[in-house]
Each structure stands twice: as structure tokens, then as C-alpha cells.
T-cell receptor, first 112, second 111 residues
Framework: EAQVTQNPRYLITVTGKKLTVTCSQNMNHEYMSWYRQDPGLGLRQIYYSMNVEVTDKGDVPEGYKVSRKEKRNFPLILESPSPNQTSLYFC???????????FGEGSRLTVL | SQQGEEDPQALSIQEGENATMNCSYKTSINNLQWYRQNSGRGLVHLILIRSNEREKHSGRLRVTLDTSKKSSSLLITASRAADTASYFC???????????FGGGTRVLVKP
């Protein structure tokens, strides 16, 4: 089954404790992206990747890192989480030339 | 920054009625897409309309695009309780998947 898998789905952590949210897709998509969703602000893009070893900043990259060492994986790293990073995070993938995106089920992160 | 802005922010209708929501955007686009999100779940792609298209249908969905007004509309006909969800428009400005999403329209379909 074609899918985008995120882990963990739920996480409560404390300020400053490094964490990684993993994202994996099985559709051989070149493009992958991370979004955060906050009430009243819609979905905002954090980082995206057009292919292996190619990443670029989205609209709200501060406080986040990503890597794309393999085509299927695109982890989101919060080196020193802060409470303003409490949010619902979505990973998405698609073909590089544009078109629909396939979304994961989301990872709800709370930073205390 | 939000490229697309949906209107209304929320919509409540009876089962069987039609639901219409609009999306306005600011800059030229390559295509515009509509997605659905059930509460707290991942977004699901509904339909894509390219900048050179004016109308597109998919089942009970009808999407229009007016590039001169920089606006799009999504019509759901004969709505069902299962259509209760948030609907988002997303614009692709450069055919590179860099979609920019609007704030969404919350639709409640009452049985």
C-alpha cells in the first residue's frame, strides 16, 4: 500500500531535549516536505527536498534541521525544542514535477 | 505567507445540500489543488486544476478556476455526513511541488 509513515504520532517532551521525527515513503517520490499546522495559521512549510542530498528552506525553517540521505526517508530534527514548536507536523511526498502530495497521518508534538 | 485564503472559514449545511467554498490567491500559479482533512488526520488530495483549465469535475466535486480574478471555488454536491472535514486550497507557483496552503474551510454536514 502506498503510504507516508511518520513516527512518533504523539510526543510530549521538554525544552532543549533533542528529538527526531521520522518520515518514510514507499512510492519512490523525489520530492518530500515537512509542514507544521497551527490553529488559525493553516499549513506552513518548514523544509523540502527535491531529491537525495538536496534540501531547501520553506517558510518557517528556524529551529529545525532536515537531512535526505536516502530517497525514501526525510527526518525532521529539532536540536533544541522550544514551546513555540508545539504543533501538529505533517510529512508529505510527491513527484518532482509537481502534482498531488501524499501526506502522512501527522505527528502531534508538545514541548513543555 | 499564505498564498491562498479560503472563504468562508466555516460552513454548516444539511445532508443533501450543496457546499461551496472559495479560494483567493495573490500571485500567478501553475496549478491549484484542493485537499480534505478529517479532524487531526493527514490531508488527502481531492483534485488538481491547471492554470489553463477553467473547470474540472471529480465525482460529486466541481472545481472552477478564474485566473483573471485569482480565485477558485470547490462545490460539493449532495453532501453527506462523511463530507464533514476541513478543506484546503493549495497553490503551486512553479511546478515544483512547493505548495502554499490556505487556512482552510471547516465544513459540517448535519444528518
Amino acid at each position: 500500500e502506498a503510504q507516508v509513515t511518520q513516527n512518533p504520532r504523539y510526543l510530549i517532551t521538554v525544552t532543549g531535549k533533542k528529538l527526531t521525527v521520522t518520515c518514510s515513503q514507499n512510492m519512490n517520490h523525489e520530492y518530500m516536505s515537512w509542514y507544521r499546522q497551527d490553529p488559525g495559521l493553516g499549513l506552513r512549510q518548514i523544509y523540502y527536498s527535491m531529491n537525495v542530498e538536496v534540501t531547501d528552506k520553506g517558510d518557517v525553517p528556524e529551529g529545525y534541521k532536515v537531512s535526505r540521505k536516502e530517497k525514501r526517508n526525510f527526518p525532521l530534527i529539532l536540536e533544541s525544542p522550544s514551546p513555540n514548536q508545539t504543533s501538529l507536523y505533517f510529512c508529505a511526498s510527491g513527484y518532482r514535477g509537481g502534482g498531488e502530495l501524499f501526506f502522512g497521518e501527522g505527528s502531534r508534538l508538545t514541548v513543555l | 505567507s499564505q498564498q491562498g485564503e479560503e472563504d468562508p472559514q466555516a460552513l454548516s449545511i444539511q445532508e443533501g445540500e450543496n457546499a461551496t467554498m472559495n479560494c483567493s490567491y495573490k500571485t500567478s500559479i501553475n496549478n491549484l489543488q484542493w485537499y480534505r482533512q478529517n479532524s487531526g488526520r493527514g490531508l488527502v488530495h481531492l483534485i488538481l486544476i491547471r492554470s489553463n483549465e477553467r473547470e474540472k469535475h471529480s465525482g460529486r466535486l466541481r472545481v472552477t478556476l478564474d485566473t483573471s480574478k485569482k480565485s477558485s471555488s470547490l462545490l460539493i454536491t449532495a453532501s453527506r455526513a462523511a463530507d464533514t472535514a476541513s478543506y484546503f486550497c493549495a497553490t503551486d507557483r512553479a511546478a515544483g511541488n512547493k505548495l502554499t496552503f490556505g487556512g482552510g474551510t471547516r465544513v459540517l454536514v448535519k444528518p
